[in-house]
Structure formats: C-alpha cells, structure tokens
C-alpha cells in the first residue's frame, strides 16, 4: 500500500486519482499510525516552501518523514514535495528544508544568459532530458513532455542525484533520486503517459517497502 501525505498543502485528488488508474491500492492520512501501514510515502505538494515546512511541523510529520527516509524506506517528493526533501530554500525568506538532498531552492530570474526574459512561474509542458537511462524512475522512458507550475527549482544539487532535467532559460533539476529517496519537480499525475510511466516506476520499485 502507498501512502499519500496529508499535511494541508497537496494536490491529494489528482494523486490519488492516477494510483486508483494504476491499480495500486494507496490510504490518505496526516496520521502517522496509519501511515506506517503503508510501504512506501507520496509527498504531494502546492503552496510555498515554508508554508509546507510550518504544515509538516505543525502536524508533527517532520521527524517521521526524516526517520523514515533514514530507515531505507521509500519516499517521493512531487513538486513541493519534492523541494522540501532538500537543505533549504529562500522562499518567503530562507526556511530549512527536511535536508534529505543536499541543494538550495530558489526563484527562478526568468532571465536567460542572452539577456531574453521568461515567464515565472514556469508553467507548462516542457521536455525531459535524461542524464541517468539506466535508473529504474525512468524504466520504459528516454524522455518525453510534463507538465509544471513552479516559481522557484533546486540548484546546487549532488550531480549523482540528478536523473533528469528540463531546459527552460536555464536548466531546471526535474527529476532526482539518491537511493531510497526519489522526486519530482513536475507534476507526474498531470503529465499524460510519461508521468504515468513515472508513478508507476515509483510504484514498482517500493513494493514491499525497499527500493
């Protein structure tokens, strides 16, 4: 069973929704009781880097996400979610993140080498450059489109975390992973097939609570 983190800041239906089509039965809770049921975690997430922190911290899922990404267990983080994994961001002044990847959020300039502006937030489909092929996140995947909505992307990430990225001005860390823990700065569960792909990768991998 996987486990869908309610902290108050998730797109949880959207989430849901695609594991239902996936066939994977999955439990929705801020409750930690419930969620140790599960095999592996979802991290959803939509808002703001300290808000998601004041929320994880305020539920008293903070320590629990760490231990548990500690114990081996896996873990995806999609979108905010999978900002939060990192050290810290500077969203809304700087916030210490759950420091499970090491890297620093911060807000995209929108503004190219060139001097050529872009939009921020970042919103729509863009491609996906693979860096690690032979990575299970990207099984049955050389690439393909997904879909964002961001403000602000992980930079000064361990270049061995990286398995794929995005060009938009800049490069823009789109998908990572350092053993147990996996992320998404896109949403998966809007992006068509690929993300589809994607979830169900996560999904294969965690079954019986090891990746």
């Known amino acids: 069973m996987i486990g869908i983190i309610d902290y108050g800041m998730g797109n949880l239906h959207s989430v849901s929704k695609a594991l239902e089509r996936l066939g994977y039965p999955y439990v929705i809770s801020g409750e930690k009781a419930e969620l140790e049921r599960a095999e592996s975690l979802i991290l959803p997430g939509v808002g703001s880097f300290r808000d998601g922190m004041t929320e994880l911290d305020e539920s008293g899922l903070t320590g629990f996400v760490r231990e548990w990404a500690a114990e081996g267990k896996p873990l ?5 979610g999978m900002q939060l ?3 810290e961001s500077e969203e809304n002044g700087l916030t210490k993140g759950l420091g499970l990847l090491r890297g620093r959020v911060e807000k995209l300039t929108g503004m190219s080498a060139t001097g050529k502006r872009y939009k921020v937030p970042h919103m ?12 299970p996140f990207m099984k049955n995947l050389s690439g393909g489109h997904v879909y964002f909505v961001h403000s602000y992307a992980v930079n000064g990430e361990e270049p061995s975390d990286l398995i794929a990225y995005a060009d938009y001005y800049e490069r823009v860390p789109a998908v990572v992973a350092k053993e147990n823990v996996w992320g998404t700065q896109f949403h998966p569960e809007k992006s068509g097939p ?3 792909t994607l979830l169900n990768n ?3 991998a965690a079954e019986g609570g090891r990746i």
């Not at 995806?76 to 905010?80: K, Q, T």
């Not at 729509?124 to 990575?135: C, D, R, S």
């Open 202 to 204: 996560f999904a294969r």
């Open 194 to 196: 690929v993300g589809v």
């Open 85 to 87: 994994l990192f050290d």
């Open 76 to 80: 995806l983080g999609i979108c905010l």
């Open 124 to 135: 729509g489909w863009n491609e996906l450059h693979v860096t690690q092929p032979g990575h």
